[in-house]
């Protein structure tokens, strides 16, 4: 069967037909910009807590401060790749992504001072955030915008599978790099990564944003606020996970920290591969609903683990419970904008996502330095029920 319709995309360049699967070279380009996010995953907290020396809240915040600079760009991202489309929004997401892997690697010279390489991190992870709010945002709107509205959900799922496929990759080989050749090491990797990401997306085919009216940002974002809060509630357990696994994890003497976001990716690419279709199929907030109750479940494990393996399987639980809830609150969040705004409502829909690692992160930081780090795992499993409760109350409301 071919892989291109019959029908053409309103809007859209003379021959760009939608495609039956989201665009393959769209999806490679995210999943290699998308490396420079899970690069240094392990390696930021390690470097920042043991060889500069700061504390626990001084990692959360600095961790924290690369989804700040995300939240406050989404709005621009998504006029960007409403306006200019989403190739534009990727290839500009490319280059600050570049920037900071390079503000990383400088930060790691030897003549420089514990506080001029934490301020060097601290900007990178800034010019990272503006990239990453551009760079996701622009392949997410033009992966959908190459499906069609009606396999939106695939489509979500589908960039889902890219962006934790390079988590899962991208964290075990940041570690590995910085064991064997140190920082810096690690954060060329960084550098490089968006660089190929932005040769991919610029030979890429685009597909127009529909015609009609723009709605102004915060108008979208009063339409999406409850799909966008469910999703923030999902989003604490992730943040505990990349924030303060690999800590909590050399605190226990365990060994594999560099696996942890391997077992959640494989355990949430697994679910969007075999169940990717049912949030276009299901509804989203039935979906939603299951998944937050197995994530829940993920993070309870990693909470009261007392071996490496029942922590590592609850990531893996934890990945599976989070594989489908972007793409069914997405959906439902799509359904409540004109077509015209869709990159605007994916910019503000993720922003609760980047609300949620910002605000989770330094939270994190304060229940680690008095409760320890398992504690933050009893957070997310409490995060993640509230916001089964808020979609449940959603499901009842849609009725």
């Given at each position: 069967?071919?892989?291109?319709?019959?029908e053409?995309?309103?809007?859209?360049?003379?021959?760009?037909?939608?495609?039956?699967?989201?665009s393959l070279?769209?999806?490679?380009?995210l999943?290699?910009?998308?490396?420079?996010?899970?690069?240094?995953?392990?390696?930021?907290?390690?470097?920042?807590?043991?060889?500069l020396?700061?504390?626990?809240?001084?990692?959360?915040?600095?961790?924290?401060?690369?989804?700040?600079?995300?939240?406050?760009?989404?709005?621009?991202?998504?006029?960007?790749?409403?306006?200019?489309?989403?190739?534009?929004?990727?290839?500009?997401?490319?280059?600050?992504?570049?920037?900071?892997?390079?503000?990383?690697?400088?930060?790691?010279?030897?003549?420089?001072?514990?506080?001029?390489?934490?301020?060097?991190?601290?900007?990178?992870?800034?010019?990272?955030?503006l990239?990453?709010?551009?760079?996701?945002?622009?392949?997410v709107?033009?992966?959908?915008?190459?499906?069609?509205?009606?396999?939106?959900?695939?489509?979500?799922s589908?960039?889902?599978?890219?962006?934790?496929?390079?988590?899962?990759?991208?964290?075990?080989?940041?570690?590995?790099?910085?064991?064997?050749?140190?920082?810096?090491?690690?954060?060329?990797?960084?550098?490089?990564?968006?660089?190929?990401?932005?040769?991919?997306?610029?030979?890429?085919?685009?597909?127009?944003?529909?015609?009609?009216?723009r709605?102004?940002?915060?108008?979208?974002?009063?339409?999406?606020?409850?799909?966008?809060?469910?999703?923030?509630?999902?989003?604490?357990?992730?943040?505990?996970?990349?924030?303060f696994?690999s800590?909590?994890?050399?605190?226990?003497?365990?060994?594999?920290?560099?696996?942890?976001?391997?077992?959640?990716?494989?355990?949430?690419?697994a679910?969007?591969?075999?169940?990717?279709?049912?949030?276009?199929?299901?509804?989203?907030?039935?979906?939603?609903?299951?998944?937050?109750?197995?994530?829940?479940?993920?993070?309870?494990?990693?909470?009261?683990?007392?071996?490496?393996?029942v922590?590592?399987?609850?990531?893996?639980?934890t990945?599976?419970?989070?594989?489908?809830?972007?793409?069914?609150?997405?959906?439902?969040?799509?359904?409540?904008?004109?077509?015209?705004?869709?990159?605007?409502?994916?910019?503000?829909?993720?922003?609760?996502?980047?609300?949620?690692?910002?605000?989770?992160g330094?939270?994190?930081?304060?229940?680690?330095?008095?409760?320890?780090?398992?504690?933050?795992?009893?957070?997310?499993?409490?995060?993640?029920?509230?916001?089964?409760?808020?979609?449940?109350?959603?499901?009842?409301?849609?009725?």
């Amino acid at each position: 069967m071919s892989s291109v319709t019959m029908e053409t995309k309103a809007g859209a360049p003379p021959g760009a037909a939608l495609l039956t699967r989201p665009s393959l070279p769209v999806i490679t380009a995210l999943f290699a910009g998308y490396l420079a996010v899970g690069l240094p995953l392990p390696v930021m907290p390690l470097f920042i807590h043991e060889q500069l020396g700061f504390s626990n809240v001084v990692v959360g915040l600095v961790i924290g401060i690369q989804f700040l600079a995300t939240v406050l760009s989404r709005g621009y991202a998504g006029a960007v790749t409403d306006q200019l489309g989403g190739r534009r929004a990727a290839l500009q997401g490319a280059a600050f992504c570049a920037l900071g892997g390079l503000l990383y690697m400088l930060a790691a010279l030897p003549v420089l001072s514990q506080g001029a390489s934490l301020a060097l991190i601290v900007a990178g992870r800034l010019a990272a955030g503006l990239g990453e709010s551009q760079f996701v945002t622009g392949c997410v709107s033009w992966s959908i915008a190459s499906v069609g509205p009606q396999r939106a959900g695939m489509s979500m799922s589908w960039t889902g599978i890219a962006m934790f496929a390079a988590l899962a990759i991208g964290a075990p080989a940041g570690m590995a790099l910085y064991r064997q050749w140190g920082f810096q090491a690690a954060m060329l990797a960084c550098l490089a990564a968006p660089v190929l990401a932005g040769l991919i997306a610029f030979g890429a085919r685009p597909y127009a944003s529909p015609s009609g009216q723009r709605l102004p940002f915060h108008r979208v974002l009063a339409q999406i606020w409850r799909e966008g809060l469910g999703l923030m509630l999902q989003g604490v357990g992730v943040a505990g996970l990349t924030a303060f696994a690999s800590l909590y994890f050399a605190a226990r003497h365990w060994s594999h920290a560099g696996l942890v976001m391997t077992a959640f990716g494989v355990g949430f690419i697994a679910v969007r591969l075999v169940f990717g279709h049912l949030p276009d199929r299901m509804g989203g907030y039935r979906v939603a609903l299951y998944s937050l109750a197995v994530e829940a479940i993920g993070q309870l494990m990693l909470w009261y683990a007392t071996q490496e393996s029942v922590a590592l399987a609850g990531a893996l639980v934890t990945g599976l419970g989070c594989a489908l809830i972007f793409p069914a609150l997405g959906v439902e969040a799509l359904k409540r904008v004109p077509p015209a705004n869709r990159g605007s409502a994916m910019g503000a829909f993720v922003a609760f996502l980047d609300i949620a690692y910002g605000i989770a992160g330094p939270l994190a930081g304060v229940i680690a330095a008095q409760a320890g780090y398992a504690a933050v795992y009893l957070l997310g499993a409490i995060c993640a029920l509230l916001g089964a409760v808020l979609v449940l109350l959603a499901r009842i409301r849609q009725r």
